[in-house]
């Protein structure tokens, strides 16, 4: 929510970017960590929990989508 990704920033797979923060040009973002900040920095990999929060979450969008499809 609000975070902005600046030209050739490489967000890794499943890694969280903390709203409001700022990802500078060409920054690299590692997978499976949570960068926060202005600028964004990695403050901690995500934990099992963490991805099985984020599983549950996305899926829920998905049920949601699926549920108020418009036709």
Sequence with gaps: M??????GADIGEYALVGAGSI??????I???TLSLGSPARV??????????RMT??????VEKG??????
């Design 56 to 61: 549950r979450t996305m899926e829920g969008y």
């Design 66 to 71: 699926r549920a108020y499809r418009m036709f």
């Design 30 to 32: 590692p997978p499976y």
């Design 2 to 7: 609000g975070a902005i990704v600046l030209n």
């Design 43 to 52: 403050v901690r990999e995500l934990t099992e929990e963490d991805l099985q």
């Design 23 to 28: 990802v500078t040009e060409n920054k690299k």
